[in-house]
């Protein structure tokens, strides 16, 4: 996602950076959860007012998935690229050791945001919780798209169950997040990533 600056008509700029604001917002959804936010905790980190919130990113709700989108756009997000890997293991290994070493940054608060605010939102955020699920199985269809086509091109064996495999490295990579936001260090989480990769079906 580019830096912008928005102009509202042929008004004078907005006084903020679009990028800029909405990595505040993540940080802040990322730290304290989406019930746990408040619209003050949001313009305090923003630098902004809450009109200005309100018309530029729509209401509390709006401005959380845009953040989702952000946090899945930036230039360290591993899931992505880990696609475009040619074969299903060298996907599952950037994966792994990118889980490993992003959820584990202490440049920013540990594991992921989709996964815990999954976890963590309440009924009142039932329309939030959905949207993060269906993000989280959207990922999972596509790693078993991907592994099916590595099948199809004798990458991965016969008896190998794409969407059985998508779900386990799903859940290992889910797992990773949950393990990070307790404190585990990036090198303790290689550890099961190497261990995962060790029982990964291959053609030899």
């Known amino acids: 996602m580019a830096a ?7 008004g004078r700029p907005r006084a903020f950076d679009i990028e800029e604001s909405l990595e505040k917002a993540l940080e802040v959804f990322w730290r304290n959860g989406y019930d ?3 619209l003050a905790d949001l313009t305090e980190a923003m630098g902004i007012n809450k009109p200005s919130l309100y018309a530029t990113f729509g209401n509390k709700e709006q401005l959380f998935l845009k953040a989702i989108e952000f946090y899945e756009s930036r230039p360290c997000a591993f899931f992505l690229p880990a696609l475009e890997k040619p074969t299903a293991y060298q996907v599952t290994e950037h994966m792994l050791f990118g889980a490993a070493h992003n959820m584990a ?3 920013h608060p540990q594991g992921c945001v ?16 959905e949207a993060l ?3 989280r199985v959207d990922a999972e269809q596509q790693l078993c798209t991907r592994f099916q086509r590595a ?7 016969d008896h190998v169950d794409a969407t059985v495999l998508a779900r386990y490295i799903a859940t290992v990579l889910q797992g990773i997040a949950v393990q ?9 989480l290689r550890q099961v990533a190497v261990m995962t990769l060790q029982a990964f079906p291959r053609n030899n």
């Open 36 to 38: 746990g936010t408040s």
């Open 105 to 107: 940054d202490k440049n």
């Open 4 to 10: 912008v600056t928005c102009t509202p008509g042929v």
């Open 133 to 135: 699920i269906d993000r």
């Open 180 to 188: 990070a936001n307790n404190g585990a260090s990036s090198e303790q």
């Open 151 to 157: 099948k199809e091109e004798g990458d991965l064996p």
């Open 114 to 129: 989709i996964v815990q605010g999954a976890l963590s939102c309440s009924e009142s955020a039932a329309k939030v919780r």
